[in-house]
């Protein structure tokens, strides 16, 4: 059964770094990926994505910050977080749409399928 796993969250300071993984087992194939997060009392934004061929796309809060790829060989979709700052503290999810292989969607109604999240805290 294809099933979508988050690890890696935790608590760092401003400026420190985090690399999130997205276990995609049971998941065969290319086909949009991506990160979402969701912080309290607000709707799941859009953070990160790649197409099925593996070309990234970013939202304009993480660019040049974070870091979105596929490791194959581990069945993974990555998220190294570096320069972290307070307000990129979240839950974050990572999501699939095996419909889907390229102008990935950025809105979160428009996947199909998530993992359970993991907790990502900055603190200033």
């Known amino acids: 059964q294809a099933q979508l796993m988050e690890s890696g969250g935790g608590s760092v300071q401003t400026g420190g770094s985090l690399k999130l993984s997205c276990s995609t087992s049971?998941?065969?194939?290319?086909?949009?990926m991506a990160w979402f997060r969701q912080d309290s009392g607000k709707e799941r934004e859009w953070v990160a994505s790649?197409?099925?061929?593996?070309?990234?796309t970013y939202a304009d809060s993480v660019k040049g910050r974070f870091t979105i790829s596929k490791d194959n060989t581990k069945s993974t979709l990555d998220l190294q977080m570096n320069s972290l700052k307070p307000e990129d503290t979240a839950m974050y999810y990572c999501?699939?749409?095996?419909?889907?292989?390229?102008?990935?969607?950025?809105?979160?109604?428009?996947?199909?399928?998530w993992g359970q999240g993991t907790q990502v805290i900055v603190s200033s």
């Open positions: 049971g998941y065969y194939g290319v086909f949009c």
């Open positions: 790649v197409d099925s061929t593996s070309r990234p």
């Open positions: 999501a699939a749409h095996r419909l889907l292989f390229r102008d990935c969607p950025t809105t979160a109604d428009s996947w199909r399928e």
